[in-house]
């Protein structure tokens, strides 16, 4: 916590909530924020908005659920995109959120750890070259923050090319290639079906059972139907319905060697996080055996796999489609409100507030519908505390303590403080006897303050040259 140990790092005490990443959700935090005029900074480890979807997906991809339950708080998306929008339209859409709500975050900021300090009640974030400092703390760094590489025996032999999906733009790369796509996920299917546009022939690795669902049934997205009957039926119905509807619409995937489990698709996303695949094709180009489906692999060799049935096949490139993990471990310092994997303990709807001023927004498993619920409860939460600090809060920014002659309208001797922190020294009409009146009641103020939210002072623990106050405008 000590400013004077960190020798190569400024000091920053933010006012606001640190937020740390700028995807949907910490912006949705910041802007719910921004609408009832509480400031907030946001770290992002890269250079843009979304880096997940500007950065880390294929040129192809659409949302696979319907756009309204994709919307972000407070911004709904232009009524001309389509029901799944594009890539390109979804991030159109982030941009054009950020600027509405005049969302500017610190782009290049790699939070590397994060900690509470009890002595000061200030959460100290910590980037490659500055310390950033609050009350508050909101993790929106994601459940897809790293990629999974998978421990296969042997994949570091393979001479040909390995990619993970996050990386994976188009199948130009690998056009009439022989290509082993592990993973079955919504990204393993969709870079399978991806790779057939350019005359690739895909193997996809099913190691497993998993729930395929059509997207649409009869011109309306499976995901609207099961939403609309959860509203009347119990879950268990549901996932029996969507089971039937699959059935009729895709036929018997089992056939196709892809088992379904046991637990129903929407009771298993629950549960698990594991996300049904929402069919865009894929399935019947399994039919029509242009997507091959494969065993377990057993190991991987110098040209291709082995796989656990004693098969072997020589492949050109490797896909891993094998999914993503949150990064929180590696960063949040001594925290027992989030698993070893990352995610928070508490199940949704509760795992937005944690203790000390902690907050976690997008860890729902819920995609961006649970992003918008935490973050309107998020900002509502730090508002209501804000309030308390700082007092009511007006969304202009003219100041009523002043005349329009620039004089306090409260006179001597209580025209020394206004509100949210403003303060007037000299203006009492009593020259510097009016002077020394104020100045000595300001600085007991401000120190009283201080204190609370820094612990109290020794000299020893001060390196004011090294602190950097930001104060955001509060529109
Ligand atoms: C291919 C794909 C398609 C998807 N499609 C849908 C869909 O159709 N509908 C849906 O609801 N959901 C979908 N999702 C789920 C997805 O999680 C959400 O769409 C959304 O991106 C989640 O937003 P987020 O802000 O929580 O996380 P992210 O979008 O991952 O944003 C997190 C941000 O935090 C930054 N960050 C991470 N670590 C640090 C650090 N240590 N310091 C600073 N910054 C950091 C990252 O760079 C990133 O910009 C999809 C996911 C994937 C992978
Ligand atoms: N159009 C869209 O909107 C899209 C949305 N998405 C979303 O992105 C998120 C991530 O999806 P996705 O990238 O598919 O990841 P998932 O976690 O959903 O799937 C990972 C897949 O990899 C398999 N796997 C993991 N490790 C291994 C291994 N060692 N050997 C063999 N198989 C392995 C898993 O199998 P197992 O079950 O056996 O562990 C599973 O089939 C999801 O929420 C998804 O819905 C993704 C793509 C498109
Ligand atoms: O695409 C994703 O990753 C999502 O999380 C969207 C989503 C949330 N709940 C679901 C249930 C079934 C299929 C997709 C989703």
């Known amino acids: 916590m000590s400013s004077c140990l960190e020798e190569k790092h400024s000091r920053i005490f933010v006012t606001g909530p640190i937020i740390v990443g700028a995807g949907p959700s910490g912006l949705s935090v910041a802007a719910c924020l921004s609408n009832r005029g509480v400031p907030s900074v ?9 880096s997940l979807w500007q950065k880390r997906t294929y040129d192809r991809l659409k949302l696979h659920i319907p756009k309204h339950f994709c919307e972000l708080p407070l ?34 900021q790699t939070v590397e750890k994060a900690e509470f300090d009890v002595a000061s009640g200030l959460w100290t974030v910590k980037t490659q070259d500055v310390v950033y400092s609050s009350t508050w703390l909101v993790v929106a760094t994601g459940e897809n923050a790293e990629p999974v590489i998978p421990d296969i025996p042997g994949l570091e032999k393979f001479t040909g090319p390995v990619v993970h999906t996050s990386a994976y733009k188009s199948g130009s790369e690998f056009a009439n290639q ?3 796509v592990v993973g079955c996920g919504n990204s393993g299917m969709e870079v399978c079906l991806d790779l057939c546009r350019y005359n690739a022939l895909p193997h996809m690795v099913v190691r497993n059972s998993v729930h395929v669902l059509p997207r649409d049934f009869f011109g309306l997205s499976s995901f609207g139907i099961a939403m609309t009957l959860l509203k ?18 895709l036929g018997n995937t089992d056939r196709l060697g892809l088992r379904r489990p046991k637990t129903g698709p929407i009771e298993l996303k629950n549960v698990t996080g594991k996300t049904p695949v929402l ?8 039919q029509s055996g242009q997507i091959r489906v494969t065993q377990a692999v057993k190991e991987i060799t110098k040209k291709g796999a082995k796989f656990v049935n004693g098969q072997e096949m020589e492949f050109d490139s ?15 310092k001594d925290n027992s409100f989030f698993t070893k994997e990352g995610m928070p303990k508490t199940p949704f709807p509760n795992g937005w507030k944690g203790e000390n001023g902690l907050y976690t927004v997008g860890f729902t498993r819920r995609g961006l519908l649970g992003t918008a619920f935490d973050a309107v409860k998020i900002a509502e939460d730090i508002t209501d505390q804000w309030m308390k600090m700082n007092g009511p809060l007006s969304s202009s920014n003219d100041n009523s303590f002043f005349t329009k002659e620039g004089m306090p309208k409260t006179p001597f001797p209580n025209g020394w403080k206004g509100e949210n922190g403003l303060y007037t020294v000299g203006f009492t009409r009593r020259g510097l006897l009016g002077t020394a009146f104020d100045a000595v009641k300001i600085a007991e103020d401000i120190t009283d303050q201080w204190m609370k939210m820094n612990g109290p002072l020794s000299s020893s623990n001060v390196c004011s040259s090294h602190i950097i106050h930001f104060h955001f405008n509060k529109s």
């Open 42 to 50: 946001i770290l992002e480890r890269t250079d843009c908005l979304a």
């Open 279 to 286: 069919d865009v094709g894929a399935i019947s180009l399994i």
């Open 178 to 180: 022989k290509v082993l």
């Open 75 to 108: 911004m709904k998306f232009p009524r001309n995109f389509p029901r799944y929008p594009s890539k390109q339209q979804f991030i159109s859409y982030v941009e054009s959120y950020a600027a509405r709500f005049n969302i500017k975050p610190v782009f290049n």
């Open 318 to 332: 490797i896909i891993l489609a094998t999914g993503y993990k949150s990064n929180v471990p590696y960063w949040l």
């Open 232 to 249: 009347w039926f119990p879950l268990k119905l549901v996932d029996n319905l969507l089971l039937l509807l699959a059935i009729f619409s």
